[in-house]
């Protein structure tokens, strides 16, 4: 699933993005509330964003309820080091759909995270095609069907498991990169990936066969 955390406190954003990252989960960071914005706005896909009340530039309740305003239903795990009864209501009134507050135990953040994803109404981008490659956005994952499982060409194509880092030596970090593969796969040509599979770093090309 991918998951943006907005968060001010590199550390404890850091400690997030690595505990979801090992839980399979796709990680973006933003550091303050415009900064949230702009992402979403470029690029909604989201599965779920945690996102913390006391940000610079734009507070968490500020972005949360610009989200709702805009149509924006992408569950909201709110963070905060305030306890007040009137603040939790307040971001709960405004359309969040959890709360949870610091310090915390990091297993009670995955089980609200996995709790909101059960629920979904996030949205999700669609997996694109072109011939035989499929690409889908939202959890990095490349299908090329024409390749049976288990041959010697299998080999040398994208796993589960793996993720994908950079397309054509473009970094994987909204959806265009991922368009401007499938319209070189839709001419015949290799897609270069970057991928990280386990604890090693490899280029793999993919080239359609249709």
């Known amino acids: 699933m991918r998951i943006l955390v907005v ?44 996102l913390d009340v006391m940000l610079p530039r734009r507070d968490g309740l500020d972005v949360l309820k610009t989200l709702r305003v805009r149509g924006v239903t992408t569950p909201v795990l709110m963070l905060t080091a305030r306890d007040a009864v009137t603040d939790k209501v307040a971001g709960l009134d405004l359309g969040a759909d959890d709360y949870l507050t610091k310090p915390f135990a990091f297993e009670e953040l995955l089980a609200r995270v996995r709790a909101l994803l059960r629920r979904g109404g996030g949205q999700r981008a669609p997996v694109l095609r072109v011939a035989d490659l499929s690409l889908d956005p939202a959890t990095r994952g490349v299908v090329v069907s024409s390749v049976a499982p288990g041959s010697a060409a299998d080999e040398a194509q994208i796993r589960r498991g793996d993720v994908i880092l950079e397309v054509n030596r473009t970094p994987v970090k909204d959806t265009g990169a991922y368009t401007k593969a499938l319209r070189a796969a839709g001419k015949g040509k290799s897609v270069l990936f970057l991928v990280r599979r386990g604890d090693n770093t490899i280029f793999l090309a993919v080239k359609p066969t249709s």
């Open 7 to 50: 968060e001010d406190e590199r550390k404890v954003a850091s400690f997030i993005r690595q505990g979801l990252h090992e839980e399979g989960h796709t990680v973006e960071l933003a550091g303050d509330g415009a900064a949230a914005l702009e992402l979403i706005e470029a690029d909604p896909a989201y599965d779920l964003i945690v």
